[in-house]
Nanobody
Framework: QVQLVESGGGSVQDGGSLSLSCAAS????????MGWFRQAPGKEREFVAG????????NYRDSVKGRFTISRDNAKNTVYLQMNSLKPKDTAAYYC???????????????WGQGTQVTVSS
């Protein structure tokens, strides 16, 4: 079983930066792809970024490309999301996820953290 705990959220102004962390537990952490999703009030949870088990492959939703960077440190059982040039539209609860890549598409499994809130004001 994999357990996930997100942290690092907060409130910033338009153009600011935040760094999110997701601490994972489980012996097979290094064998999983990992991803970040977000959910704004009244909206469906959406994919933000994914990273394969080795960290050698990443992908992002178009709206965050060039602004967000996903990375992982398997020695620390932690996955990160560095968010730069934040915009109000990025405001959401951000969730860490365990998943797999199928045909180069990140596919989430039913493992989620509790979420961390990111609020970007104008």
């Amino acid at each position: 079983q994999v357990q996930l705990v997100e942290s690092g959220g907060g409130s910033v102004q338009d153009g600011g930066s935040l760094s999110l962390s997701c601490a994972a537990s489980g012996r097979t952490f290094s064998n999983y792809a990992m991803g970040w999703f977000r959910q704004a009030p009244g909206k469906e949870r959406e994919f933000v970024a994914g990273i394969n088990w080795s960290g050698g492959r990443t992908n992002y939703r178009d709206s965050v490309k060039g602004r967000f960077t996903i990375s992982r440190d398997n020695a620390k059982n932690t996955v990160y999301l560095q968010m730069n040039s934040l915009k109000p539209k990025d405001t959401a609860a951000y969730y860490c996820n365990v998943g797999v890549y199928i045909s180069n598409t990140y596919t989430p499994r039913d493992y989620w953290g509790q979420g961390t809130q990111v609020t970007v004001s104008s």
